[in-house]
């Protein structure tokens, strides 16, 4: 069962995703500027680097952004077994190019950009350039599958790519021709759009947090979507009016006195979900060490013995971590290597079982993530692809005395 709350006050909104009461994933977006990715920009390269095969391009942000030689390629290009050309042989300081933001500026660096453009619908993803029919590995069920790529095959024209994505499953051939005729109606405005502008400058800005959550949370699944703001709530609603008009009967306004995050118990899960110790529910625990590239994070039994031996103890705590973690990793928004020192257990059998769980779980995950496997010194090590800023960093900064390093002085 899943829900989706969203607060709206006058500088944030945000979102939390409740799947069987627990909270799955939390989003923040400034009233003041949306997310920046997906947004197109008419750029200019302002330095070429052929030792990091990469440029610096300007597209009106404080920082120019990257664009790695992979991304400034045709969308097959990169894919053939020739040796690559230099970026120095495709650009130079002062051309002007289209340009879509695939990863926010985080830390010090700026935006990174690509030249593989898309653009998200309901049902799909439009490719202008990429020549091909993808569908979601989340549909399983191969006469679904063949039938969507199908349909997209038919629906497509020579040199355009299209995704069919999860929410495609189970809808008809006109829904989707709809969304793909819209999307490329929005394509042509912005090709249209950079022959006019002046470089840098914005031609396409994705949705905003309440459109985007409408639009890739809200399925026949889910329960309710419950908003505490008129304004948004009619945004909603005429969305899915469009696009799904069976699901509109899932929202509602919430106009109680109480905060909407309070009320549910959203705000209580997320203070213990973004402590560096987090309990499980045997009594076991977790202790999460965070860096801007790496996740460590150590299980221990704490206060679980276990009735049975300790094999079964480990492997039970450990169940229960593979299953958090993967919870966690969706809800902090992690990004990066991940390395999990599971407990130490004595059988293969096991060990596989907690590959395969955790395996299970990050199959909810909208962001992609792999597991690597067990390195030589017993460790799981994955990794999850990260996109956007922490969503906490919108309400915590480091202290500028410690960095964030500080401890207490015990005598």
């Given at each position: 069962?899943?829900?989706l709350f969203?607060h709206c006050?006058q500088?944030i909104t945000?979102?939390?995703l409740?799947?069987?009461?627990?909270?799955?994933?939390?989003?923040?977006e400034?009233?003041?500027g949306?997310s920046l990715?997906?947004?197109?920009?008419?750029?200019?390269?302002v330095n070429?680097l052929?030792?990091?095969q990469?440029?610096?391009?300007?597209?009106?942000?404080?920082?120019?952004?990257?664009l790695y030689?992979?991304?400034a390629?045709?969308?097959?290009?990169?894919?053939q077994?020739?040796v690559?050309p230099?970026?120095n042989?495709l650009?130079k300081?002062?051309?002007?190019?289209l340009?879509?933001?695939?990863?926010?500026p985080?830390?010090?660096k700026g935006?990174r950009?690509?030249?593989?453009?898309?653009?998200?619908?309901?049902?799909l993803?439009y490719?202008?350039?990429?020549?091909?029919?993808?569908i979601?590995k989340k549909?399983?069920?191969?006469?679904?599958?063949?039938?969507?790529?199908?349909?997209?095959e038919t629906?497509r024209?020579n040199?355009e790519?299209?995704i069919?994505?999860?929410?495609?499953?189970?809808e008809?051939?006109?829904?989707?021709?709809?969304?793909?005729?819209a999307?490329r109606?929005a394509?042509?405005?912005?090709?249209?759009r950079?022959?006019?502008?002046n470089?840098?400058?914005?031609l396409h800005?994705?949705?905003?947090?309440?459109?985007?959550m409408?639009?890739?949370v809200?399925?026949p699944?889910?329960?309710?979507?419950?908003?505490?703001?008129?304004i948004?709530?009619?945004?909603?609603?005429d969305y899915?009016?469009?696009?799904?008009?069976?699901?509109?009967?899932?929202v509602?306004?919430?106009?109680?006195?109480k905060p909407?995050?309070?009320k549910?118990?959203?705000?209580?899960?997320?203070?213990k979900?973004?402590?560096?110790?987090?309990?499980?529910?045997?009594g076991?625990?977790l202790?999460?060490e965070?860096?801007?590239?790496l996740?460590?994070?150590?299980v221990?039994?704490g206060?679980?013995t276990?009735s049975?031996?300790?094999?079964e103890?480990?492997?039970?705590?450990?169940?229960e971590?593979?299953d958090?973690?993967?919870?966690?990793l969706?809800?902090?928004?992690?990004?990066?290597?991940?390395?999990?020192?599971f407990i130490?257990?004595?059988?293969?059998?096991?060990?596989h079982?907690?590959?395969q769980q955790?395996?299970?779980?990050?199959?909810?995950?909208?962001?992609?993530c792999?597991v690597v496997g067990?390195?030589?010194?017993g460790?799981?090590e994955m990794?999850?692809?990260k996109a956007?800023?922490?969503?906490?960093?919108f309400f915590?900064?480091?202290c500028?005395?410690?960095?964030?390093?500080g401890?207490?002085?015990?005598r």
């Amino acid at each position: 069962m899943k829900q989706l709350f969203i607060h709206c006050s006058q500088n944030i909104t945000q979102s939390a995703l409740l799947e069987d009461g627990k909270l799955t994933e939390f989003s923040v977006e400034r009233t003041e500027g949306t997310s920046l990715i997906g947004n197109l920009y008419k750029g200019r390269v302002v330095n070429v680097l052929p030792g990091m095969q990469a440029a610096f391009v300007d597209i009106g942000l404080s920082k120019n952004a990257f664009l790695y030689v992979d991304d400034a390629l045709h969308p097959h290009l990169d894919k053939q077994p020739k040796v690559k050309p230099a970026i120095n042989e495709l650009l130079k300081p002062g051309d002007e190019l289209l340009v879509q933001v695939m990863k926010e500026p985080l830390g010090g660096k700026g935006a990174r950009v690509t030249t593989h453009f898309s653009i998200p619908g309901r049902w799909l993803v439009y490719m202008p350039d990429a020549d091909y029919v993808g569908i979601s590995k989340k549909i399983e069920l191969e006469t679904e599958r063949a039938r969507l790529k199908s349909l997209a095959e038919t629906m497509r024209r020579n040199g355009e790519g299209v995704i069919l994505r999860t929410n495609a499953e189970g809808e008809s051939q006109e829904s989707l021709a709809e969304d793909l005729e819209a999307l490329r109606r929005a394509w042509r405005n912005i090709v249209n759009r950079s022959r006019e502008a002046n470089a840098p400058s914005e031609l396409h800005r994705d949705s905003g947090l309440v459109e985007r959550m409408v639009r890739d949370v809200i399925t026949p699944d889910t329960e309710q979507l419950i908003i505490d703001d008129r304004i948004s709530l009619q945004a909603a609603k005429d969305y899915l009016r469009q696009t799904a008009p069976a699901l509109e009967g899932k929202v509602h306004l919430y106009e109680e006195a109480k905060p909407l995050f309070d009320k549910y118990g959203i705000k209580e899960q997320l203070d213990k979900a973004f402590q560096p110790r987090i309990w499980l529910p045997s009594g076991g625990y977790l202790v999460w060490e965070q860096t801007e590239a790496l996740t460590v994070i150590d299980v221990n039994t704490g206060k679980y013995t276990g009735s049975i031996d300790l094999e079964e103890t480990v492997f039970q705590t450990n169940k229960e971590a593979a299953d958090e973690v993967a919870r966690l990793l969706r809800l902090r928004d992690v990004g990066g290597i991940i390395i999990i020192d599971f407990i130490d257990m004595e059988t293969d059998e096991h060990r596989h079982q907690i590959v395969q769980q955790l395996e299970l779980r990050i199959k909810r995950d909208r962001t992609k993530c792999q597991v690597v496997g067990w390195t030589k010194l017993g460790l799981m090590e994955m990794t999850r692809k990260k996109a956007r800023e922490n969503a906490m960093n919108f309400f915590y900064e480091t202290c500028a005395s410690c960095k964030g390093r500080g401890k207490i002085y015990i005598r």
